[in-house]
């Protein structure tokens, strides 16, 4: 619905509130102001409750057709089809080829045993190798907003009244909506950056440590900005994301968590074509590179990823680069644990990971009115359900400037995250 509605515009919208709230779908069409009035009147006649939860079910229909603030990582959001029942995954494993027998039977014609020649066998088992790892939780919250009588009244008095009623309801809390999702969000990032220190270190790449291996040269997180150092790391990090986004192409073990289970190994073969690719460049150092260095060639290519975005902020806008994270995370074993201990990643350059890795999808969004007959009042009462997902068997790679980057804060902000991936039990015998 959009903002700066037209008198036609919130006449339809006054229509459909009318038909909500009387139950009668014949209503006439409004054309003047005068209709209009008729229309607002007929509507406040049904009670004021029918009229705001008329409001509210109409407000739930359409409130993310114009969203005027844009949360941050929407391309995590699966729909309910996709992901909305995405309780289990059945994960395949490679097995080792076997021996061609064809070109190793006997030929010179003798027999090779004395029960009447060799046997080779065409019936032996070769059972698929497959574990089930589960999705658990949801996080829930609520949201309150208060409607009064008399704003009810005043913005009915015409469509000009109305139309800033309705543009200010929608607005408000579409823009708290999205900050909720937003920050949920930012939060299960967070904990997958941090988990992925403990389940595959080696997805974590040092840009500036391998830069000063590879050139000889001793540059720290503040001395690579100068004006002499900065362009050609800025061309050797952007390389090596490159590099590593073509390596997640390819089939490997490689990029994610592997598990052992019962002494079995598990090795996940995953590949992540670009357009599963979710790569997010904190943006105070990429406006940095596209004033001085690069200009758009590398923008050229973001169209092969599914989702691009430019991070303001990692987790706080008080400390940009940083996030602070007690993780959980899925244990080689498969079991999901909760880290013992804080992690602190600081100076984030950029992070890329399989679309299957991350995610969240709205369950459960409910809206309740009540009416306070007293002080003649509505609470609504928006009810919000989110399942969340870290899947670290999936691709994924993040990129510091150093190792010492990594640490050990004292303190950590909680983890949102609710949801898990674990193993399926074994069967009772």
Do not use: C
């Not at 409001?55 to 309910?80: H, M």
């Not at 040269?217 to 986004?245: C, G, H, M, Q, W």
């Not at 989110?386 to 400037?401: H, K, P, Q, V």
């Amino acid at each position: 619905m959009p903002i700066g509605m037209t008198f036609q515009d919130i006449s339809a919208v006054l229509t459909e509130i009318n038909k909500l709230a009387t139950g009668q779908e014949p209503t006439s069409e409004i054309i003047d102001t005068s209709s209009f009035v008729s229309v607002a009147e007929a509507t406040l006649r049904t009670g004021y409750d029918p009229v705001m939860n008329a409001i509210s079910q109409l407000a739930t229909r359409t409130i993310f057709a114009v969203r005027p603030y844009n949360a941050l990582f929407s391309g995590l959001e699966k729909d309910g089809t996709a992901w909305g029942n995405h309780v289990r995954k059945i994960n395949f494993f490679d097995e080792d080829p076997i021996k061609d027998t064809s070109w190793s039977l006997p030929n010179d014609g003798t027999t090779g045993t004395a029960s009447g020649g060799d046997d080779v066998d065409p019936f032996i088992v070769q059972r698929p190798k497959t574990l089930q790892t589960n999705f658990y939780g949801q996080a829930n919250y609520t949201r309150l907003y208060s409607q009064f009588t008399t704003q009810l009244m005043n913005a009915f008095r015409g469509p000009d009244e109305l139309a800033a009623f309705w543009t200010a309801f929608v607005q408000h809390l579409s823009n708290q909506i999205e900050s909720d999702r937003e920050h949920l969000t930012q939060n299960l990032l967070a904990n997958y950056m941090g988990g992925l220190t403990v389940t595959n270190p080696n997805s974590v790449i040092y840009l500036l440590d391998e830069y000063n291996a590879e050139t000889g040269l001793s540059l720290t997180a503040t001395s690579v900005y100068a004006p002499e150092n900065f362009p050609d790391f800025a061309r050797y990090a952007y390389a090596r994301i490159k590099d590593v986004s073509d390596m997640m192409r390819a089939r490997t073990n490689n990029w994610h968590q592997n598990w052992q289970i019962g002494g079995t190994d598990y090795n996940f073969m995953r590949h992540t074509p670009y357009d599963r690719q979710h790569l997010y460049l904190f943006s105070r150092t990429q406006r940095q590179i596209d004033s001085r260095v690069l200009s758009d060639t590398f923008h050229d290519e973001l169209a092969r990823y599914q989702d691009y975005v430019m991070v303001p902020y990692w987790q706080s806008a008080d400390n940009r680069a940083a996030v602070k994270v007690k993780p959980i995370y899925t244990s080689t074993a498969g079991v999901a644990t909760i880290g013992t201990a804080n992690v602190g990643l600081n100076n984030i350059f950029a992070f890329i990971h399989d679309d299957d890795a991350i995610g969240y999808t709205p369950i459960d969004n409910d809206v309740e009115p009540i009416r306070n007959p007293r002080s003649r009042y509505t609470n609504f009462w928006y009810h919000y359900g989110f399942r969340f997902y870290n899947d670290f068997t999936e691709n994924a790679a993040l990129f510091l400037l150093t190792s010492a980057d990594k640490t050990a804060p004292a303190a950590a902000k909680a983890v949102l995250s609710r949801s898990k991936t674990v193993k399926d039990p074994e069967p009772a015998e």
